[in-house]
């Protein structure tokens, strides 16, 4: 299933959920060229936004992604807190959430690191590109040398203007 | 050290920058947009490939 940014991102604005783009979605927002198959976010681990975040995805039936179809679990406000980071499947596409991300960056260390971006209809969070190319380059993973290498030509053309 | 500088400009090298000056010219929607359409077309390829994978293995 296509993942659409513009059918995942308004339910999450209007559940007035706490979260930062993150991943290849956002480097597609910095102008990536790239595909990229799922929509990675960063949420606020507080009590009220791990409600909010539980409820704005319940109607969507998140599930967890390659697990058994018959494994017991239940999309609440208590599964968010027992777990951390979750990779899910959605009606609306793929969704990873992320608690922090590498080097230990959370929501609120990376919201000073983060814009605004208006589309879709709402206003919501995105890291900034040299942010997004740190946290690539800490996760120092194989499969992101190139994409690495396309965020740091993006910021050196988007200096250039 | 070295080794992992001369690798990292050899992939910045590669780089398509023509691609990338057209998607900095798209507002964050558009960006969206032109990424959703390439996303579809690659599924659609798939579904394609597996079809046909399908066929010539007679199923």
Known sequence: ?161 | MKSETARNEVFVRDIDRTLLRENLKLTFEQRAQKHLRALQMVEELRRAGKKLRQKSDGR
């Open chain 1, 1 to 161: 299933m296509a993942v659409d940014l513009a059918q995942i991102i308004p339910p999450l604005v209007r559940g007035k959920v706490d979260f930062i783009l993150i991943g290849g979605m956002a480097a597609i927002l910095h102008g990536s060229a790239r595909v990229t198959f799922d929509v990675d976010l960063i949420y606020s681990r507080t009590h009220e936004n791990i409600q909010r975040l539980a409820n704005a995805l319940a109607a969507h039936s998140p599930y967890l992604r390659d697990a058994p179809p018959s494994l017991p679990f239940s999309w609440d406000a208590k599964t968010i807190r027992s777990g951390l980071n979750f990779t899910l499947t959605t009606s609306l596409g793929d969704v990873d959430l992320f608690c922090e991300v590498a080097q230990g960056d959370t929501y609120h260390d990376l919201l000073a690191h983060s814009f605004d971006v208006e589309a879709f209809g709402v206003r919501f969070k995105c890291v900034d590109l040299p942010t997004l190319i740190r946290i690539k380059e800490a996760a120092g993973r194989a499969k992101d040398h190139e994409a690495i290498a396309e965020l740091r030509v993006l910021l050196e053309e988007r200096e250039k203007k």
